[in-house]
């Protein structure tokens, strides 16, 4: 057993200095937290006394953070509003030591901004500040300029793609062509919305079970009585999308892993307390690609991707995973990570 988790934190090592190039969707979470002591005269719902704010990078932001919480090198391709919002996001990228040289501004859109009010640690409701809208050309083609700058300088490509716009059908088949011409590896993390053949081309895709359900357009309900539909899905993805792998996540039910040859495996994960999973995909996206990148087979980075994700669960907010947090808990749990590690 010891040897098992040696070799695990070996692998951990491996993923350090790792440069990922992401492209997506980004943005601001905006936490205002405060007490509840009464009812609004004004309607029925309660009044929040606001005794502080925090702002986290959220989106494919929170992706950047979470390589470089592993001490990998991301560089971030997006676009910012030209406002307010856009100077925060900068300034939290720099906090985190991620570079903004390959954002694009964008004066007709605002900033993506979420903001989760929060009365006795209960969210109350969310405001979100937005324009879900594709990117204009001139804005897109400056996207795909700063996509080929920052190319050659990475060991993967992550797509986030959260719906927003940033993601196009033609931006996904830009990428994908100049990634393959550069032999750089694609690993998608898809939106429902997004059809699934626009995903044609990439290497890796990982949905979500009900992404994966939405995008083979397979009922919810279908699913619960034929439980093992879940594997047609895997191939229907496979099909479509022409990845090497899919690999769906399944919360506490761990991840299936799907290839080209026809093969298919489970990769269970650990029970841990749930505070939150916001985020938990980004952390996923995060880890697979690094361990990818360092050489690692997709069953061993679906493995500690699992691990991390565990860890920001049990976190509030979108909160990335640390190198020190998943080596500590790859040194402390032995006996709970002995079934796990060689299944």
Known sequence: MREIVRKRLEQLEQLNGRVILILGDVGVDQYTMGTVRRISPEAPVPVVEVAREEFHLGLASNVAQNVTGLKGTPLLVSVVGNDEMG???KRLCEDRNISTDYLVADSERPTTRKVRIL???QQVVRVDYERRSFLSETIENSVIHQFQRALPHCDAVIVQDYGKGVVSDRLL???FALSKEMKKKTFVDP??????SAYRGCDYFKPNRDEALELSRTRIDDLRVHPDMIFEVGRVLLKVTEAQEVIITQGPSGMLLFNQKGDHRSVPTLERQVFDVAGAGDTVIATLALAKAAGL???ESA????LAAGIVVGKLGSVPCSYEELRDLLAELPR???KFLET
């Open 87 to 89: 100077k925060n996001h």
């Open 119 to 121: 009365g006795g640690g």
């Open 173 to 175: 088949q830009r990428v």
């Open 191 to 196: 939106h429902r919305t997004t059809p699934l």
């Open 297 to 299: 087979e997709t069953a």
């Open 303 to 306: 493995l500690l991707a699992n």
């Open 336 to 338: 709970k990570l002995e």
